[in-house]
């Protein structure tokens, strides 16, 4: 499976159907009291109308149609689960300084981390929400059961994505049952859904090196003013570094410029001294860059 590509979502007569598709958005068994809702309303046919219970940022439960969705879809703010760390875990869970949102966001996996700075690298990211929402459904042979997709993307252009991170040769049938039911669900408000594969490890790499570098503290306005002015031509990283000043102390506001895509480089080969780096003078060329984590978003 392509890294960043959507999921094949193959039609299967004898899976899951449109007219059976059980949804509920943020709901748990913890919340069930506090929405007014009994389990035997979380299930209900997708003809009629299927309502959600979401977390606001402030921690304000609420309780819409889930046709309304697209409408509150600013308002998601905690996911509906924890993940707890404990001894046998398959996955590695965390957190996450997202600068996109200014705070900590949640992976369950080291493939769901990758793919979350990846997201936080993308400036055309506006939001992300880890675990936004519960999808329950009746699969085959009456099995009811429940997914939980990684994160939901929100684009400066208005654009929503919802998104699974798993590795190709770690997907299942049950898998399958669960993203297709998972995509027709977004379908039916107008959202995009995507399962992403492990994404390449050199890209990885430097994307996390430059993470390191996110925050606002390693910005300096002088030092970064000189460093537009240098590479206003492409040279090496380190011989530009060099020419604005001590690199002990340009380095990071160097890397903090090349993660906020003021200066752009070539991020699908190894990030060295050697690095060809460039200022930025037209931002819609970003997406075309090579190792740029905008193209799995179009």
Request: aromatic fraction near 8%; proline fraction near 5%.
């Amino acid at each position: 499976m392509r890294a960043g590509a959507p999921y094949d979502q193959h039609h299967d007569p004898h899976g899951p159907q449109l007219d059976e598709l059980r949804i509920d958005i943020g709901m748990t068994e913890s919340l069930t009291t506090s929405c007014g809702l009994s389990k035997s309303e979380w299930l209900v046919p997708a003809s009629a109308v299927l309502r959600l219970c979401l977390s606001t940022e402030a921690g304000v439960e609420r309780r819409v149609p889930w046709g309304r969705l697209p409408d509150v879809v600013d308002e998601l703010g905690r996911g509906v689960r924890s993940s707890p760390s404990f001894r046998g875990r398959r996955g590695f869970p965390g957190w996450y300084w997202a600068s996109t949102v200014g705070g900590l966001v949640g992976f369950e996996s080291w493939v769901a981390r990758d793919h979350l700075v990846a997201l936080d690298f993308d400036a055309s990211v506006v939001g992300l929400v880890s675990q936004p929402f519960w999808l329950c459904w009746t699969g085959a042979g009456g099995q009811r059961r429940r997914h939980v997709p990684d994160f939901l993307v929100r684009r400066a252009d208005g654009a929503v994505m919802v998104l699974d991170s798993r590795s190709a040769e770690l997907i299942g049938e049950r898998d399958r049952e669960a993203f297709a039911v998972t995509g027709r669900a977004c379908a039916a408000v107008g959202w995009r859904y995507a399962v992403w594969d492990r994404l390449d490890g050199v890209v990885v790499a430097n994307q996390r090196w430059l993470a390191g570098y996110r925050h606002p503290r390693c910005f300096d306005e002088h030092v970064a003013a000189r460093l537009l002015e240098v590479f206003n031509r492409p040279r090496a990283l380190m011989d530009g570094a060099e020419l604005v000043g001590d690199p002990l102390g340009v380095l990071p506001v160097l890397y903090h410029l090349l993660w906020k895509q003021q200066l752009v480089a070539d991020l699908a080969v190894v990030l060295s001294h050697r690095t060809m780096v460039k200022a930025v003078h037209d931002r819609a060329d970003l997406g075309s860059r090579p190792g740029s984590s905008r193209e799995p978003l179009r």
